[in-house]
């Protein structure tokens, strides 16, 4: 049944509907990612789904199936990252060029009532950036807007789901 009164999809992330800041090495890996799927991940996908149809009866085909939703999961990176890159702006790594917080940041935060040692590090940037396994604060969310220009030793407050949080800069890096 089709939706009479359609409305914005609220499933659509802020990712989703405004532009990413990727420093130029992740802009430059991203775009390499790219060209090596539209060239050679659809050459070697087509390639497995014609080797796979040659088997026989596509029906009870796991070769056949599993190519072709391995093509299927490309051919959605490769849109993603489309959409991604024609709306990126390029930025300057600024972690701790002036000994604030910026795009790239590695960030050691401690949340008031914590213990001293109780720290939590944050990465500020895009998801596509992520640094190991540090969580990603996007720079225009909350968290990001509230410690971007701050320097170690700063206190600030942002708004969360739960009400408004304090948190401290321990440590700045990248």
């Given at each position: 049944?089709?939706?009479?009164?359609p409305q914005p999809l609220a499933w659509l992330s802020v990712s989703d509907t405004s532009p990413a800041q990727l420093t130029r090495d992740t802009y430059d890996r991203l775009q390499a990612e790219l060209e090596d799927l539209t060239t050679r991940g659809r050459v070697e996908i087509a390639a497995a789904i014609e080797s796979a149809r040659a088997l026989g009866d596509l029906s009870?085909?796991?070769?056949?199936?599993a190519?072709?939703?391995?093509?299927?999961?490309m051919e959605s990176r490769?849109?993603?990252l489309q959409r991604l890159l024609k709306t990126a702006?390029?930025?300057?790594?600024?972690?701790?060029?002036?000994g604030t917080v910026g795009h790239g940041s590695?960030?050691?935060l401690r949340y008031e009532g914590d213990d001293e040692g109780d720290t939590t590090d944050f990465f500020v940037g895009?998801?596509?950036?992520?640094?190991?396994g540090l969580t990603v604060v996007s720079p225009g969310?909350?968290?990001?807007?509230?410690?971007a220009g701050h320097a170690v030793g700063d206190v600030v407050e942002y708004a969360a789901p739960g009400g408004t949080l304090r948190v401290e800069i321990v440590k700045i890096g990248s």
């Amino acid at each position: 049944m089709r939706n009479p009164d359609p409305q914005p999809l609220a499933w659509l992330s802020v990712s989703d509907t405004s532009p990413a800041q990727l420093t130029r090495d992740t802009y430059d890996r991203l775009q390499a990612e790219l060209e090596d799927l539209t060239t050679r991940g659809r050459v070697e996908i087509a390639a497995a789904i014609e080797s796979a149809r040659a088997l026989g009866d596509l029906s009870e085909n796991g070769d056949y199936h599993a190519a072709k939703d391995a093509q299927g999961k490309m051919e959605s990176r490769i849109r993603q990252l489309q959409r991604l890159l024609k709306t990126a702006t390029v930025v300057d790594a600024e972690a701790t060029a002036d000994g604030t917080v910026g795009h790239g940041s590695v960030v050691t935060l401690r949340y008031e009532g914590d213990d001293e040692g109780d720290t939590t590090d944050f990465f500020v940037g895009s998801i596509e950036e992520r640094q190991g396994g540090l969580t990603v604060v996007s720079p225009g969310s909350p968290l990001g807007q509230a410690l971007a220009g701050h320097a170690v030793g700063d206190v600030v407050e942002y708004a969360a789901p739960g009400g408004t949080l304090r948190v401290e800069i321990v440590k700045i890096g990248s």
